[in-house]
């Protein structure tokens, strides 16, 4: 067979929440998943090529992640934004070599970067011509958190909310439901507002340079989901509480990453002695911890031809 087109296509990780964020911010990691793609001719003229597209998969969750590609995140990701177009699955014989070093089920977004590759692969080999905040929307008709999705196709620290997708209220409490559950609503509330507070002034601080620490990790703090997943990681609030811009020059702050459980631990410098804290913190709580030092990227997910 002879290669028609060739294609790599770079997605990055990233870190969801972001502290207050929950389900509005992300941040851009750098590092990527990789597919690269040798697109061939056409033989003859079948409905779909789906029987000859091949996948091969290193790295992580090598053992455990599915190769038919109506099974695999990728390529069901790239079959629904080809199907959304009338293009009933791939349209030409290929081979698709998938390296990931996402850790999975780590809180660094591995299935948002596996989406996100699969609508940008179903889009360059549809020939769809789709705009990246097109391709957003179809990432989060799949993802329903934007978080990060969006930051693996955009870049760099973003914010983000979904449209309702209809105006139907079923399940709505109804009014006297509502001041039967008034202590509670209040609660939330004031959780709610404690956040949005924060994450106000947490994208203003972020955009300012030089950076003021203490702003960023005041603006950090949240109330909505990380205290009910402190439990899953022993010494968390510990190390916000005792880890702080004061005690490590460099720190801006620290959260957890996504769902957990990586903790993420913004700095400008001073990396390992804020690293070497955390990881004999977590040691006395007889926890192993593994350290990616990563910068924040500017651009989100690319794609080019390369021959
Ligand atoms: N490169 C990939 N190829 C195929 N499937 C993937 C890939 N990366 C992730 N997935 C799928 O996504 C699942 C992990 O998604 P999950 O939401 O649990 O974790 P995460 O995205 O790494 O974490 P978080 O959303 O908290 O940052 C995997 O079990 C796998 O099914
Ligand atoms: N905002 C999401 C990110 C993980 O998908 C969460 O915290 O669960």
Do not use: W
Not at 83 to 104: D, E, L, Q, R, V
Not at 182 to 202: E, G, H, K, P
Not at 206 to 219: G, H, K, T, V, Y
């Amino acid at each position: 067979m002879t290669y028609s087109r060739k294609l790599r296509i770079t997605v990055p990780c990233s870190s969801a929440n972001v502290g207050p964020g929950f389900d509005a911010l992300g941040v851009t990691l750098s590092l990527y998943l990789t597919l690269d793609i040798s697109i061939f001719e056409r033989t003859s003229d079948k409905k779909n090529y789906n029987d000859e597209v091949i996948l091969t998969y290193s790295g992580e969750g090598k053992d455990g992640v599915p190769l038919s590609v109506e099974k695999n995140l990728i390529t069901k990701s790239a079959l629904y934004v080809l199907a959304c177009n009338n293009i009933p699955g791939f349209t030409a014989p290929m081979n698709i070599s998938i390296c990931n070093p996402i850790p999975m089920g780590r809180g660094l977004g591995s299935s948002g970067a596996a989406v996100v590759a699969g609508i940008m692969l179903g889009n360059a080999s549809g020939n769809l011509g789709l705009t990246k905040e097109r391709m957003l929307d179809y990432c989060l008709m799949i993802e329903r958190h934007p978080d990060n999705v969006t930051a693996a196709l955009m870049g760099g620290f973003v914010a983000s909310y979904l449209r309702e997708l209809n105006t139907d209220d079923t399940g709505t409490p109804r009014s006297e439901e509502l001041d039967e559950k008034n202590d509670t609503i209040n609660n939330f509330s004031a959780q709610i507002v404690f956040n949005l507070q924060r994450l106000a002034v947490l994208i203003m601080a972020l955009s300012q340079s030089p950076p003021d620490a203490d702003l960023i990790c005041q603006a950090m703090q949240d109330k909505v989901h990380q205290p009910y997943r402190k439990q899953l990681i022993p010494g968390l609030s510990e190390i916000i509480t005792n880890v702080t811009p004061t005690t490590h020059p460099g720190l801006l702050g620290i959260c957890l990453s996504g769902a957990g459980p990586t903790i993420l631990a913004l700095a400008t410098h001073n990396f390992d002695s804020i690293s070497k804290t955390v990881i004999d913190m977590f040691a006395e709580r007889n926890i192993e911890t593994v350290v990616k030092v990563l910068d924040v990227v500017d651009d989100g997910a690319q794609i080019v031809e390369t021959c």
